[in-house]
T-cell receptor, first 115, second 112 residues
Framework: SAVISQKPSRDICQRGTSLTIQCQVD?????MFWYRQQPGQSLTLIAT?????????ESGFVIDKFPISRPNLTFSTLTVSNMSPEDSSIYLC????????????FGSGTQLSVL | DAKTTQPPSMDCAEGRAANLPCNHS???????VYWYRQIHSQGPQYIIH???NNETNEMASLIITEDRKSSTLILPHATLRDTAVYYC?????????????FGKGTLLTVNP
């Protein structure tokens, strides 16, 4: 398994500002993903964070709005840019460990509220 | 990846077995069936996965029909802490595509 630390756990932000969410894993992982869970909804994949290269975004998500970094095998950040109330969601980091590459493990998420 | 169909909600009495069904009639030969659950305000938690054979671990059992078009997750002795949304997901194990696509899941409520 993998222990995933996600920061901040929650935040309240003003519209038009940006928030960067950090995801730190205690061991090297193969894949890192970012999901969004809007209120009362299921999880939606935002992008795959690629080490040392640009992230791979899913349909409906763009780099200008959700820039992602992954400088090494254990760390990634997701920025929610120019926020609006519609961005209020839980944002979740997930990883596939090298020693358990058929399973996906999730962080506890970042609860974001935009006023 | 194949689509799955689950009932939106189920109830179970504490101490009894909870049997959660999932239909995946369009599943292909190299696709696995995964089950995750999400307890309120937490990230999803891996439960179990399988390809053809039935699987059992410390959390649950997974029963896959012979034609692989449906499966059942069994929690043998449900507790109040098992109240959660349970997601059945079909994923292609080929290549390096490890991402999962979540549906709406089944809200299991375990009652005292």
């Amino acid at each position: 398994s993998a222990v995933i630390s996600q920061k901040p756990s929650r935040d309240i932000c003003q519209r038009g500002t940006s928030l960067t969410i950090q995801c730190q894993v205690d061991s090297q992982v193969t894949m890192m993903f970012w999901y969004r869970q809007q209120p009362g909804q299921s999880l939606t994949l935002i992008a795959t964070a690629n080490q040392g290269s640009e992230a791979t975004y899913e349909s409906g998500f763009v780099i200008d709005k959700f820039p992602i970094s992954r400088p090494n095998l254990t760390f990634s950040t997701l920025t929610v840019s120019n926020m609006s109330p519609e961005d209020s969601s839980i944002y979740l980091c997930s990883v596939t460990p090298r020693d358990s590459n058929e399973k996906l493990f999730f962080g506890s998420g970042t609860q974001l509220s935009v006023l | 990846d194949a689509k799955t169909t689950q009932p939106p909600s189920m109830d179970c009495a504490e101490g009894r077995a909870a049997n959660l069904p999932c239909n995946h009639s369009t599943i292909s030969g190299n696709e696995y069936v995964y089950w995750y659950r999400q307890i309120h305000s937490q990230g999803p938690q891996y439960i179990i996965h399988g390809l053809k054979n039935n699987e059992t671990n410390e959390m649950a059992s997974l029963i896959i029909t012979e034609d692989r078009k449906s499966s059942t997750l069994i929690l043998p002795h449900a507790t109040l802490r098992d109240t959660a949304v349970y997601y059945c997901i079909v994923r292609n194990s080929g290549g390096s595509n490890y991402k999962l696509t979540f549906g709406k899941g089944t809200l299991l409520t375990v009652n005292p």
